[in-house]
Every structure is written in C-alpha cells, then in structure tokens.
Nanobody
Framework: VQLQASGGGLVQTGGSLRLSCAAS????????MGWFRQVQGKEREFVGA????????RYVDSVKGRFTISRDNAKNTAYLQMNSLKPEDTAVYYC?????????????????WGQGTQVTVSS
C-alpha cells in the first residue's frame, strides 16, 4: 500500500488543521491507521491510531481532547483533526498502516508509512 499524507502547514497557537492520509489499494478497511510525529533529533512519537475493526481509537495523553482520528473507508482516507494546537505540537506528522494491526502505539508494528507533512504552530 502507498500512503500520501497532506494538510500540514503553519498555524497560530489555538488554531486547527486537518491532516489527510490517502491510501492506495482496495482493502483499506483492513488497515489499522496510525499517526505519529517526529521532531528533528528526537524519536518518532505515537499520536493516535484508529483500528481496522472499529475498536477504540487511541491517543497519546498530550493530544486527548484536542485531536480526533477518523477514517472514510469509501475514500481510502484517514484523517487527523487537530484543534487547539500548541507550539509543542510542531513536528513532521506521519501516517502509517498495518493490515489487521492490533498494536496501535508502536511504530515498529507498522509496515507502511507516508512521506510526512510538516505542522508548525507559532506562538
């Protein structure tokens, strides 16, 4: 599967952005979709993930209540809606996919990755 992330940009503190992750292929409903972020010089951090089977969407504590992950299986697309953005949310955001994935928060459990999209939140 190929993943194409988009929607990043520059936004002021308190603003919103919606990232999209478009996937190729016909079996999108079978993929657990994850979002991760990375600041240069630091490890990639789990942001959240939506399971393939309609299970509970998980988030890292720092984004709970501000970020929402959703998916549209008909459009082969996952979304990361980010509200109330903070400067510490500044990073390159990556989407990832794993077929029938059950471990949501570990980057090594995802075989497919998008190219990343930069999100910059100004103070």
């Amino acid at each position: 599967v190929q993943l194409q992330a988009s929607g990043g940009g520059l936004v002021q503190t308190g603003g919103s952005l919606r990232l999209s992750c478009a996937a190729s292929g016909r079996t999108f409903s079978s993929w657990t979709m994850g979002w991760f972020r990375q600041v240069q010089g630091k490890e990639r951090e789990f942001v959240g993930a939506i399971p393939w089977n309609g299970g509970i969407t998980r988030y890292v504590d720092s984004v709970k209540g501000r970020f929402t992950i959703s998916r549209d299986n008909a459009k082969n697309t996952a979304y990361l809606q980010m509200n109330s953005l903070k400067p510490e949310d500044t990073a390159v955001y990556y989407c990832a996919a794993e077929m029938f994935g059950t471990v949501l928060d570990v980057a090594d459990q995802y075989h497919y990755w998008g190219q990343g999209t930069q999100v910059t939140v100004s103070s």
